[in-house]
Each structure stands twice: as C-alpha cells, then as structure tokens.
C-alpha cells in the first residue's frame, strides 16, 4: 500500500512538472519577432524577406538600398533594425495573434539549441535564412537565432519545433509572392 502511495506521488509530480512551462513571453519592448532572408548573386542580386512583428504586421523588402545585414551571430542592433525596417513595406498581411503567440513561446527554446552542420547542397541558388529574435533590452541588441538556412548551403536548428516555424515563414513567403 506504502509503494502505491509513493508510485501515486512520483506519477502526479511527474504530470505537473510536464505541464509546467516557463513563460517565453519576449520583452514589451521588443518589436520583431522573425524574419526571413533571401539573398542570390547567380542572375544578378536579389535581396528579399520580410519581418514580423510582435502585433502580427509583415513588413517586407525587396533589394533596399543600404541594408544593415546582421552579424555572423545573426545579431542586429535596435538602431540597425530601425533602419531596416524604415526600409520595409507593411503588407496588408496580417499574422493571428495566437499564431504569433504560439510561435514567438518557442524562441527562448530555440535560441538555446544546437544547429546542424552546414552542408553544401546546390550552387546558385542562393541563401534563404529563418531567424527568430530575443531582444536584450540592457544592451539594445536584437539577438537573432538560426531557425534553418537553406539553398546553397544547408543547416537547421534542431530544436523539435524549428521545423513547424519554417514552414510557417515558407506559408507566408509564398503567399507574398503571390501577390
């Protein structure tokens, strides 16, 4: 009887502890929450992607003048990103709310997990990144992480809900161009 009493306790600590998670809200003062980049030399230079926001606006860009481009870290800072997005055009596209929140929970995870190796797959045909963002509000810095970068060379995150984020950004790519 102890035995069941004790298997009880550990089974009932075992499900709160799994139903338990750390609120990933971001900063109030962050703005963007993830972005995709695509950039190709091969038939002349196209640089496009978009931004979303923490409100769910999609604001994108196609070969802009002076660009801040992130660090090798995939970190911006606030006056960087400030310039980029003065840079932008708002879509009438508009992300769900509970869509941002259901992605946006998972940045912090994202940001603490490994990416694969780069492996090199294709040639010209340029470099589209997923990032997510956490902005640092003591030091101002938007600190990006590498969600999956594909087209000439290939890695990913291997967090286990990279791979439902970038299909989110690829639906919301496609729908951009198409319009």
Request: with cysteine; aromatic share 12%; net charge negative.
């Amino acid at each position: 009887m102890k035995n069941s009493y004790i298997l009880i306790s550990v089974i009932s600590f075992a499900l709160l502890a799994a139903g338990c998670k750390k609120s990933n809200v971001p900063s109030e003062k962050q703005v963007i929450l993830f972005q995709y980049d695509y950039i190709n030399y091969a038939r002349g230079y196209v640089h496009e992607g978009f931004y979303i926001d923490d409100e769910g606006n999609v604001m994108h860009y196609n070969n802009p003048d002076n660009w801040n481009f992130h660090s090798q870290d995939y970190n911006l800072t606030e006056s960087q990103l400030t310039e980029n997005l003065s840079k932008c055009t708002k879509s009438d596209m508009i992300i769900a709310r509970e869509d941002i929140i259901k992605f946006s929970t998972h940045i912090d995870n994202i940001a603490s997990s490994k990416i694969t190796a780069m492996k090199n797959v294709a040639s010209d045909t340029g470099t589209a990144l997923f990032i997510c963002y956490d902005f640092n509000e003591q030091n101002g810095i938007y600190k990006g992480s590498l969600i999956r970068m594909e087209g000439d060379y290939t890695c990913e995150n291997l967090n286990f809900y990279s791979k439902k984020i970038t299909l989110w950004l690829k639906d919301i790519n496609n729908k951009i161009q198409k319009k």
